[in-house]
């Protein structure tokens, strides 16, 4: 036989084989469901070294030279199971327990209860025994009365203990930060760091600090505490000469000793101490990027990319003026813009939102309402402002409008079929 039909016997035995449970519960348990796994591939490999002899090799598994089916055991699966049998009508017995209550603030207990238990390691060991004959086996369980191993009292110790971790004070500073913050955990996200488990012996409750909360509330401390670099724009010509600023570079910083602050926080709670740290950080330093220019646009309100779309709104001269890089390709045209009570924005922004035809309504300074159907060729740039055809003024060149930039009907409609979505609009006095 070789390696591959061994181990396909092997584990096909394996899954066959199972303990019969009998006595105080009844069930039939499979090798796994009592934590016992066969290492098929194992177990053949110890067959093909016991005898080189084909047939050997399988006689090897079962008759005069038996070999050691390679096994592995779960205890806590074991137990598991035997504790699932249990009916609903006994008592299992069950350890005390501490968890942070509802208010997110104080640790209560769960009391322990006695109850009844079935022995484990027996079913284990008749698991091991199927096993490593791969033959199924049987196990009578007994009821046996148990006493919880954590008692009320060592809940109660315990959740005193995770009161005194969550309680302790926590500062972490930045003294080369001007502006003097302090970063502190809440009450709440602090005693979420607090876990309270069982030792390894299971016989006694234990009140730690999880470093992962803890890491993820200092990281987020630090991102705060540090600032992103601003990476400056210059607008330069085809000459590459850099003709103005447009966003100037500002370094930032970032904190280097995130690491070390955790592990020196966790260490003092844990402790039952308070702790104070400080952050420390490094310069990021801005880059710097050039951005072309059109020619002739540094005399521009707005200095635009060659070619580049965008409007110039000018407030002063009532006039809207569309250009690509610094040529002027409609305009200046005459518009109605925001009347005193109801002005038109200033600032650079964006075409947005653009329809064919709307209905436009909302209030008029005196309360009263507005409502202007079918208004043509819409194109928002920011907010409810926006360029449309105004059909209803016979002249422009004035201020009157409820915000936005009334004008005649074709230029309103050149406006919305020139503009792309993302278009700059630069209004002004």
Not at 12 to 35: H, I, K, M, R, Y
Not at 86 to 115: K, M, Q
Request: proline letters at 4%.
């Amino acid at each position: 036989m070789t390696r591959a039909q061994i181990s396909e016997l092997v584990s096909g035995l394996a899954q066959q084989t199972t303990v019969s449970v009998t006595g105080d519960v009844e069930a039939t348990a499979s090798l796994s469901d009592l934590g016992t796994t066969v290492d098929a591939d194992a177990t053949a490999d110890a067959a093909l070294a016991a005898s080189s002899d084909v047939v050997g090799r399988f006689r090897a598994l079962f008759e005069d030279n038996p070999i050691d089916v390679v096994t592995t055991s779960d205890p806590t699966a074991a137990e598991a199971y035997t504790t699932a049998l249990i009916p609903s009508n006994e008592s299992v017995a069950t350890n005390a327990t501490v968890r942070l209550g509802p208010d997110g603030l104080t640790f209560i207990t769960t009391p322990a209860v006695e109850g009844v238990s079935l022995d484990s390691a027996e079913a284990a060991r008749a698991a091991q025994e199927a096993a490593s004959t791969l033959t199924s086996q049987s196990v009578t369980l007994t009821y046996s009365s148990q006493v919880p191993e954590i008692t009320d009292d060592e809940a109660a110790r315990a959740a005193e203990q995770a009161g005194v971790l969550a309680s302790q004070p926590v500062a972490i500073t930045d003294s080369t930060d001007p502006r003097g913050q302090t970063w502190t955990p809440d009450a709440t996200t602090q005693a979420s760091w607090v876990t309270v488990t069982p030792t390894a012996d299971g016989t006694a409750l234990t009140a730690r600090v999880d470093a992962t909360k803890v890491s993820q509330w200092v990281t987020a401390s630090s991102d705060a505490a540090g600032d992103a670099p601003t990476d400056g724009v210059r607008n330069v010509n085809s000459r590459g000469d850099v003709v103005a600023t447009s966003v100037e570079a500002v370094d930032g910083n970032k904190v280097t000793n995130a690491e070390a602050i955790t592990t020196a926080l966790v260490e003092a709670l844990n402790a039952g101490r308070p702790y104070t740290g400080d952050f420390t950080t490094e310069v990021v330093k801005a880059s710097w990027t050039d951005r072309l220019i059109a020619d002739g646009a540094e005399n521009l309100v707005y200095q635009a990319a060659p070619g580049e779309k965008w409007v110039d709104v000018n407030l002063s001269n009532k006039t809207v003026t569309a250009y690509e890089g610094a040529t002027v390709v409609r305009g200046p045209i005459s518009m109605v813009d925001g009347a005193a009570e109801t002005p038109t924005v200033t600032g650079t922004y964006h075409v947005y939102l653009q329809y064919t035809s709307q209905t436009m309504e909302g209030d008029n300074v005196d309360g009263t309402r507005y409502r202007s159907e079918d208004v043509p060729w819409v194109s928002y740039f920011y907010s409810g402002y926006a360029f449309h055809g105004a059909p209803w003024r016979s002249s422009f060149g004035y201020s009157a409008s409820h915000g936005c930039v009334n004008m005649p009907v074709s230029e309103a409609y050149w406006i919305y079929n020139w503009a792309e979505i993302g278009t700059t609009v630069v209004s002004h006095y």
